[in-house]
């Protein structure tokens, strides 16, 4: 089962679902633009009605601000309900968004409920988190699927908008701790480079501890404007499994392609 949180300090360029970067600021454009009037105001702030809406997403695309409207707040115990009611068809729950971690005591709150339940839990971050000074969220919590997207400082910060050390510290210090459940990078064709330099440093590293997600660029769901800059393609099967054998090379031999 997996739990999307809204908000992400990221901007990455390739983001398949922007409008979970940024919280709502209650412009009410949208409000403007809903076919089936799913939304209204409420002091001065945007309701949704999610038992009318047709998820049409008209008001995701009207967004200027990379969010959307189509948000519940929840306490942990009402997302424990939730959790429950699928509890004998499921093995665990993911949390990811956006990014999760933005909400740390939300999720130190949250896992001990559910590993209560036999339940196992993931954690999906961008790694902007420190956790080696954050060790409670790790308490009980299985493993953290650990987006590496690039290591090369002037390409991350062109990619993803954001420094990349921390990342790589999470790498290094989640493999030692046994946390590191998987790693994920997506690659460009036309960055053979950074490609290479971003698969052989994580290979390296993670050998065989742990899964290798190498992934294709997808042009789905990714901004105009950065389609314009990326490309308007999926990054072809057969150059992706260069670097899924490159990786096998150095001793990821859990490297595969997505």
Not at 72 to 77: E, F, G, K, W
Not at 125 to 134: A, I, K, R
């Amino acid at each position: 089962m997996a739990i999307f949180f809204q908000g992400c300090q990221f901007n990455c360029r390739f983001c398949h679902n922007p409008e979970t970067i940024n919280m709502c600021i209650h412009c009410t454009d949208c409000v403007k633009t809903c076919p089936v009037k799913a939304l209204s105001v409420v002091d001065k702030k945007v309701v949704w009605n999610k038992d009318i809406c047709v998820n049409c997403d008209t008001c995701i695309k009207t967004c200027t601000h990379n969010s959307s409207p189509k948000i519940t707040y929840m306490s942990t115990d009402q997302v424990l309900e939730e959790i429950k009611k699928v509890r004998p068809y499921i093995e665990g729950i993911t949390l990811s968004g956006g990014e999760c971690t933005i909400q740390k005591d939300f999720i130190i709150e949250l896992f001990p409920k559910v590993k209560a339940l036999g339940l196992t839990t993931l954690l999906d971050s961008n790694g902007s988190l420190d956790f080696e000074q954050n060790k409670e969220i790790l308490e009980y919590c299985d493993g953290v699927m650990l987006d590496v997207k690039a290591v090369n400082k002037d390409f991350s910060d062109w990619l993803i908008r954001y420094p990349n050390e921390v990342i790589l510290k999470n790498l290094e210090y989640l493999l030692s701790i046994n946390k590191l459940y998987e790693v994920r990078t997506i690659i460009f064709p036309d960055k053979d480079d950074n490609n290479k330099e971003t698969v052989s440093y994580v290979s390296n590293i993670i050998k065989d501890k742990c899964f290798y997600k190498i992934i294709r660029y997808r042009q789905f769901g990714v901004r105009e404007d950065e389609r314009q800059v990326l490309g308007d393609y999926t990054t072809d099967e057969e150059y992706a499994l260069r670097y899924v054998e490159l990786a096998h090379s150095l001793g990821a031999s859990k490297a595969y392609i997505i």
